[in-house]
Nanobody, 113 residues
């Protein structure tokens, strides 16, 4: 069973950047499409970015052009580079294998205006 640990969140001013990491253990991410999700207070968890096993990426419109997903299969880790952060990006961020409903504990991202 894959276990996931997200990290790299924090408090940042609007316009700033953060790089999130998602370290997997128990199962290799090699060959698996991985996704990034977020859940803002009072809202449902939403998919925001995906990266295939071949490193093809896709993003929802709200983060397109600002966020970049990447992966390092040798480290069994996926990343989310977030630039141009906005207050509406404030949420707990999670990663998970696409097609599953299993995530880590999440990492809090707070963007101040």
């Amino acid at each position: 069973q894959m276990r996931l640990v997200e990290s790299g969140g924090g408090l940042v001013q609007a316009g700033g950047s953060l790089r999130l990491s998602c370290a997997a253990s128990g199962t290799s991410i090699d060959g698996k499409a991985m996704g990034w999700y977020r859940q803002a207070p009072g809202k449902q968890r939403e998919f925001i970015a995906g990266i295939t096993s071949g490193s093809t990426t896709n993003y929802v419109d709200s983060v397109q052009g600002r966020f970049t997903a990447s992966r390092d299969n040798t480290k069994n880790t996926v990343y989310l580079q977030m630039n141009g952060l906005k207050p509406e990006d404030t949420a707990v961020y999670y990663c998970g294998a696409i097609g599953t409903r299993s995530w880590g504990q999440g990492t809090q991202v707070t963007v101040s205006s």
